[in-house]
């Protein structure tokens, strides 16, 4: 999904690591925050190579946690919430200590307004998490941003075969916008038709004796050319982004 999705950033809470299991991925510089004695809960933030980063010391705050820093200067902390634990206020002035900063992950928040079946204490248009049994999905993976100026668009995936829902979300200080375009798809042509016209259609005069005579044959090559085409080649829509200033 990182390679398909062209992920940069990858935040994953609820790791359920320990210190002995290993996690590479190609292209990626890996942090992790793996729960100290028996696995569970933990934290990861996954980073692309190309992308400029620096990690960031751990906040001192009960919810597990990591942190890097972007090349805008901007904070990105992944965090994880023990849903039995209820964030501070001391604990949220720390989390948004930068001046621009984004808080990821699972923060067992949940809310009404998020359209959660009910508020807790911590307290998104599509659910992040479904259960298996007769409790009802909940809002738990939110994004929560401090002085972030910039497109951010977070929807929900469903390409992973699990009870939790990735959020994709890009940042972008453009707005971006979709095009349909029509272009021929050369894998459909039916070549032996396309040869079969051209040999019936252009028929070049023994003589050719002024530039006239030349641009009309190169007139009439390049019609038959594109008529050939037309009628042996299918069409295809294909979506490409068109970026313009917000």
Known sequence: MLTNRSVDVAV????????????????????????????????????????PHIPMPRLNIEPENLSIQLKDNTILRALYNNPRHVITNAEYDEMFSGPRTLVVGDLNARHVVWYNHRNNRNAPDTLTHYTFNRSRPTFLDIVVNKNYPHNQNPTTLTDLSSDRNPVLMSLSKTETHYLDRQIYDYRTTNWRT??????????TRNTIQTRRDIDEQVHALTEAIIHARNITTEQKTIRQKEKRNP
Not at 25 to 47: C, E, N, S, T, W
Not at 194 to 203: F, G, I, K, P
């Open 12 to 51: 994953i809470t609820e790791t359920r690591l320990n210190t002995n299991t290993r996690l590479n991925i190609r292209g990626y510089h890996i942090y992790r925050g793996d729960r100290l004695g028996r696995p569970g809960r933990g934290v990861a933030i996954l980073v692309r190579k190309n992308v």
């Open 194 to 203: 396309y040869r079969n016209y051209l040999n019936r259609t252009c028929v």
